[in-house]
């Protein structure tokens, strides 16, 4: 009996000796913060040790991966926010346009129906004159909201994208977060097992 316990103590002291040693390993294994998110969620998984089904991840490998995810988060969020101020510009652009084309209509309008010659500006004008400058500034004005809302899509298909990048991002570090919190606790309860059925040997 006394042969049995002395075995199991020692087999539970190389056990810990070598979570220990693996633990140490990752600790002196340089950490990669000049890399992408992605890139360091990749480190992290491939560098850290393995034992049995789980995975030693040193904490300041955790506390850098949560700062960079952090930072990462607050850039996209700036950046979200500069596109939400040019939607507001744009927006501002297109109703100012929309006005000002309504105004050139109403010119118009006016022009047509003028008889064969009227004062523009204190300047006699023929009528076909006047309807080819009208012409002219609808077509500017026409092409001034066509390229604005195309600019506007733009700006809304890249918010869309920001957010989509973001909301993966956060919902990839929850993941990552929530399997290592549950190794962690599944790796206490074995050695806590462990504890129980040694002392119950003893």
Not at 26 to 45: G, H, K, M, S, T
Not at 64 to 76: A, F, N, P, Y
Not at 121 to 126: A, K, P, S, T, V
Request: overall charge positive; aromatic content about 8%; hydrophobic content about 40%.
């Amino acid at each position: 009996m006394n042969n049995k316990s002395l075995f199991v103590a020692t087999l539970f002291f190389l056990l810990l000796l070598s979570l220990d040693v693996h633990a140490a390993d990752n600790r002196n294994r340089p950490y990669v913060n000049e890399a992408p998110l992605n890139e360091q969620l990749d480190f992290v998984i491939g560098q850290s040790s393995k034992w049995e089904t789980y995975r030693v991840v040193p904490e300041t490998w955790l506390n850098q991966l949560r700062k960079h995810t952090l930072d990462s988060i607050s850039v996209l969020k700036k950046e979200i926010s500069n596109l939400q101020s040019i939607v507001l510009n744009k927006e501002s652009d297109i109703t100012s346009l929309n006005n000002q084309v309504d105004e050139v209509k109403l010119n118009y309008e006016k022009a047509v129906k003028e008889r064969d010659s009227f004062s523009f500006m204190g300047i006699l004008m023929r009528k076909g004159l006047f309807v080819s400058l009208a012409i002219f500034l609808l077509v500017v004005m026409g092409t001034i909201v066509a390229i604005t809302f195309l600019l506007f899509q733009k700006a809304n298909m890249q918010t869309a994208k920001l957010k989509k990048e973001l909301s993966d991002t956060m919902s990839s570090y929850e993941e990552y977060r929530q399997d290592a919190r549950r190794k962690q606790e599944n790796l206490v309860i074995q050695h806590h097992k462990e504890i129980q059925k040694l002392k119950g040997l003893s």
